[in-house]
């Protein structure tokens, strides 16, 4: 909560009822400061207070939805200038364009790689998110029709995008059903387009030629009841598109200035002709602080370092990532395939998988919670450790999948091996290669 002890204290009834679980009600606000306690435990807290709690708890940036379902993309609600402050909470989208004045096979070939580009990554399906549909021939039928055809193949959040009001109201009641974002919404077109997004419940692009005029934009929008607002500081070269990125996370983080408490939408696909230049500049997006990022152009080459440049900033730097414990089966092992164990440092497990999968030999791949930690680490915490190993390789049910008992256990865990034989008497200890890259060597010799 954004309130001190203090300044929910004076909001409090202050009759110590002890209702709430607590004797005092100066008490049961410093709890509520520090996130201990719940308003909903005192039950004599007027409605407007609620209010205003909710409003001060409420992140700095809004949180703002497009799409739904599963493939909902949710962009905002950070709190944070910098990731090792404490995290950041949303990716940003990454958003192909397509519009209707392209070539059908066009907008098939970018339809087509929106779908198949996809990586699995550390045990996450990184993909594109988005599609903006742009109405550049000023046809309302045609911009209606894509949306359709975009609509029956792909089940992804779309933004739609047109200079005319009543072209977009046309384009977003063909999809409201899919929560679109509308672009844009501007000092001119303001007033009717915040009846469109109230009407439709649908998300709204507000924009403005320089950071005041944008101010002017939100205040109006906020002021006809719009909430769910996205930020476009316009188009400009890198180095200005970065400065007014900064000062709106600035403005809304630490000057608490609500107008710019919003996530953003930028275009580098509008900025750029160099397809490389465009994605460096969505790569600063990423890192300064776009919220949805439209690219001209889905790329493999362009496309995989953004997502993984994303995912890294946009994990929880106080949490390891790991895989989850469990038997993993590599090229369709056998009752004679080997068993190797190792820890679930998603790392340690996509090298080892991917040198087991390139001996093609079929392997158990045994994945012991430790924590997120290496094997090395995890062994010098306690964490991979004969008497945690033992007891996951026994109920893990490993042993009625294979017919033998040999268990391949990390050269760097060799420590352990005497008594992890004590731990698993009908097991024999293998003592597997110190280094990933030798694994496939290894396997080669295997016999059951
Ligand atoms: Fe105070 Fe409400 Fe707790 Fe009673 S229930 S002590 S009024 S905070």
Same mark, same amino acid.
């Given at each position: ?15 110590? /009822?002890?209702? /709430? ?24 807290? #007027? ?80 993909? &594109? ?32 995008? #047109? ?11 063909? /999809? ?22 109230? @009407? ?124 989850? @414990? ?26 080892? #998988? ?26 010098? &915490? ?13 109920? /893990? ?43 496939? &060597? ?7």
């Amino acid at each position: 909560m954004g309130l001190t002890g203090i300044e929910i204290y004076k909001k409090l009834p202050k009759t110590n /009822c002890g209702e /709430c679980g607590v004797p005092t009600c100066l008490a049961f606000a410093m709890k509520l400061a520090t996130g201990q306690a719940e308003l909903a435990s005192c039950p004599y807290v #007027s409605e407007e207070v609620k209010a205003e709690f909710e409003e001060a708890a409420a992140p700095p940036i809004r949180t703002i939805t497009t799409g739904t379902g599963d493939h909902a993309l949710k962009i905002g609600g950070e709190t944070v200038m910098f990731r090792h402050e404490k995290r950041f909470e949303n990716p940003p989208g990454i958003a192909v364009l397509i519009s209707d004045s392209m070539s059908e096979e066009e907008i098939e070939s970018r339809l087509k790689r929106f779908t198949e580009l996809q990586y699995d990554r550390v045990g996450l399906i990184l993909k &594109a998110h988005a599609i903006a549909i742009k109405n550049v021939s000023n046809d309302a039928t045609g911009f209606v029709s894509l949306i359709n055809k975009v609509k029956e193949r792909i089940d992804a959040p779309l933004i739609l995008i #047109s200079p005319n009001s009543e072209t977009l109201a046309s384009g977003a009641k063909a /999809c409201a059903e899919r929560k679109p974002l509308l672009y844009v919404a501007t000092k001119d077109t303001v007033d009717e387009l915040a009846n469109l997004a109230k @009407e439709l419940s649908c998300p709204l692009v507000a924009k403005g030629d320089s950071l005041d005029e944008l101010v002017e934009v939100t205040t109006r929008l906020t002021d006809a009841g719009v909430k769910d607002i996205v930020l476009d500081p316009g188009c400009k070269d890198s180095a200005s598109a970065l400065h007014d990125q900064v000062v709106i996370r600035r403005s809304a983080l630490l000057q608490k200035f609500r107008p710019l408490g919003f996530p953003t939408i930028t275009f580098p696909c509008e900025m750029t002709d160099d397809p490389m230049k465009e994605v460096v500049t969505a790569s600063m997006f990423i890192a300064k602080y776009g919220g949805i990022i439209v690219l001209s152009n889905l790329e493999g080459h362009g496309l995989f370092p953004l997502l993984v440049e994303s995912m890294n900033i946009y994990t929880d730097p106080q949490r390891p990532m790991a895989v989850e @414990e469990k038997i993993y089966e590599i090229g369709g092992p056998n009752e004679d395939s080997p068993v190797l164990i190792t820890s679930n440092f998603s790392l340690t497990y996509f090298i080892v #998988s991917g040198e087991v999968e390139s001996s093609r030999v079929p392997s158990w791949l045994l994945i012991k919670d430790t924590e997120g930690l290496s094997v090395m680490t995890a062994w010098a &915490a306690g964490k991979f450790a004969a008497d945690t190993i033992g007891p996951f390789v026994k109920k /893990c049910g490993i042993a009625d999948r294979v017919k033998h008992k040999k268990l391949v256990i990390p050269g760097y865990a060799a420590a352990i091996s005497g008594e992890l034989e004590e731990e698993l008497p009908d097991w024999q200890i293998l003592i597997g290669p110190r280094e990933a890259s030798h694994i496939p &060597a290894y396997l080669k010799m295997w016999e059951p």
